[in-house]
Nanobody, 122 residues
């Protein structure tokens, strides 16, 4: 069994900051990619930031310069530092990992966390 557990969401005023965490646990053989997505009410889920091969990162255009993804490989954890938050950043934020379990190490699959609500409002 593999689980992704997010934390760190909440209510923040415009211009404020939050740091989200996502910890992967369970029968993990190897994590290939970890990423953050978000979904606002009435909108499609969109990519916020992710790691690509070689350890480089990609950030969505709407969050460039304000959000930053990082990770702790020893803890199987990915973080999303969100600064200068805006009301339009309000959404449920989801962590996704493409990983290989110990049961099927040759076949990666995607796992999603349960989501954490971020609300930016005065």
């Amino acid at each position: 069994q593999v689980q992704l557990v997010e934390s760190g969401g909440g209510l923040v005023q415009p211009g404020g900051s939050l740091r989200l965490s996502c910890a992967a646990s369970g029968s993990i053989f190897r994590i290939d990619v970890m990423a953050w997505y978000r979904q606002a009410p009435g909108k499609q889920r969109e990519l916020v930031a992710r790691f690509i091969s070689g350890g480089s990162t990609v950030h969505g255009d709407s969050v460039k310069g304000r959000f930053s993804i990082s990770r702790d490989n020893a803890k199987n954890t990915v973080y999303l530092q969100m600064d200068t938050l805006r009301p339009e950043d309000t959404a449920v934020y989801y962590c996704k990992a493409r990983l290989r379990s110990t049961a099927t190490p040759l076949f990666p699959r995607d796992y999603w966390g349960q989501g954490t609500q971020v609300t930016v409002s005065s």
